[in-house]
């Protein structure tokens, strides 16, 4: 039986519900994945880790002079907590995070229209803001038609500091500001902790060379609000569709995978196995992640975080397979990369959606722009270049991570320090990915 998209299109039917990170519909789509797994005939292993969550009991923005108006809001998670009744303080608009834009902000509560990225939330306490306002959405956005984000912090945010923020919608913004609002009162309740994440295992040993092991990674978390079609029951559909295949033909080295819970609270999954499984780790000798296929409208990409002569290998594949793909080296930010920071090579394939054709991290993450035909043509190839490498006579692809990726692997990960040109990444850190388009050209903010 060969790559079925029908069966894939019934799998993200199945998985069509909210899976946020720690919370049941994360445990819900685990236990669904291990039963496909247990009917294809594999048994599935189910590896908990901790994960951080947080819960909002109460948020609240009012603006208090020189007129009052309650305005929509999200507590921003990991942000703490205001006073129990609320801090109320004078209301400061800032552009920007150079020292120019913060020179009043000290003891006041700051509006900023975008994300808020580490860099930018460190100046922010730096220079003495009491709480901070940031923004989600469009002008366009109808209230009753969209959902207001709930961002929440990371750990290389919080440590800096703690100062409570919320999230409000652009359009609030963009009315509030020209009525020059100058107070206002900022309530937070929530409680921080963590609680059970999980990854979903699954392996098919070698006839021949059972100690090389190619791995396959896919997330199946959301984001809140999200049922995640898209992103990226997609890409768990497809790695399910191969361990199938695999189940089916025996392939001569091992075959490994992954399904990633938490991915969309910054990777924590693969970085929980990574960390868990640091022995084994010498006898990976490949990542293929898959994060995102299946637009009806869209283009097939390659994100290779490995040497340039993959890169060429690639692209000799697909022109050989006639099947056009843009391939590019880099980093894909996604479950690839704590795998990639260990020196494991990493192709990421994934299909982006043509302009206009999709958004992701909200309702609008559906099924309707999918097709079980663009999953299963976008399947077949990812089928068909692993069946070569994974039964090659000789294993061609070198564990080498060249330079220029280990140094774009450590700013993601911050290792190194971020300068403002390369803010972007630093939003993308907080777990905003927009849609596809965006997601390619890694512009992804909040
Ligand atoms: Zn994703």
Do not use: W
Not at 229 to 250: C, I, W
């Amino acid at each position: 039986m060969g790559i079925s998209g029908k069966r894939m299109m019934t799998l993200l039917k199945r998985l069509g519900f909210e899976r946020l990170s720690t919370y049941e519909g994360e445990e819900r789509a685990a236990a669904i994945l291990a039963e496909e797994i247990r009917a294809i005939g594999v048994e599935p292993h189910i590896e908990t880790f901790m994960a951080p969550r947080y819960t909002v009991k109460k948020v609240k923005l009012e603006i208090t002079a020189p007129f009052y108006r309650e305005i929509e809001a999200t507590g921003c998670g990991f942000s703490g907590n205001a006073a129990a009744e609320g801090i109320e303080a004078d209301f400061a608009y800032i552009e920007g995070f150079d020292p120019i834009d913060l020179v009043d902000v000290k003891g006041k509560i700051v509006l900023y229209a975008g994300g808020m990225g580490i860099s930018a939330y460190e100046s922010l306490i730096k220079a003495g803001a009491l709480g901070f306002i940031c923004t989600s959405g469009s002008f366009r956005d109808k209230k009753s038609e969209t959902d207001l984000e709930e961002r929440t912090l990371r750990d290389k945010h919080i440590e800096h500091g703690q100062i409570p923020g919320v999230t409000i919608r652009v359009k609030d913004a963009l009315s509030l500001l020209p009525k020059h609002p100058t107070r206002v009162k900022l309530t937070l309740e929530q409680e921080e902790g963590e609680a059970p994440s999980r990854n979903v295992l699954a392996e098919i040993p070698g006839t021949r060379y059972p100690d090389e092991v190619i791995l396959y990674t896919a997330h199946y978390d959301t984001v809140r609000f999200s049922k995640g079609y898209f992103d990226n029951a997609t890409g768990s559909a497809m790695v399910m569709e191969l361990l199938r295949h695999y189940k089916e033909n025996p392939p001569m080295r091992t075959v490994r995978f992954l399904f990633c819970g938490s991915e969309e609270r910054g990777l924590l999954g693969s970085m929980a196995y990574v960390k868990d499984h640091e022995e084994e780790l010498d006898k990976i000798r490949l990542c293929i992640n898959l994060d995102m296929a299946g637009p009806i409208l869209g283009r097939e990409v390659a994100a290779v975080t490995g040497e340039e002569s993959l890169c060429h290998a690639l692209t000799f594949y697909y022109k050989v397979m006639g099947y056009p793909m843009s391939v590019r080296q880099d980093i894909y930010s996604s479950d690839s990369i704590p795998f990639a920071d260990k020196g494991i090579p990493g192709i990421n394939f994934y299909r982006s959606a043509a302009p206009g054709t999709s958004q992701i991290h909200c309702r609008y993450d559906v099924i309707e722009i999918l097709s079980g035909e663009s999953l299963a043509r976008t399947t077949e190839f990812v089928k068909g270049f692993s069946d070569r490498v994974i039964n090659a006579a000789f294993f061609p692809i070198e564990k080498k991570m060249p330079d220029n990726m280990v140094e774009k692997l450590d700013r993601y990960l911050l290792k190194k320090k971020e300068g403002e040109k390369d803010g972007k990444k630093e939003d993308e850190k907080e777990g905003g990915k927009k849609n596809a388009g965006q997601k390619d050209k890694k512009t992804k903010q909040n």
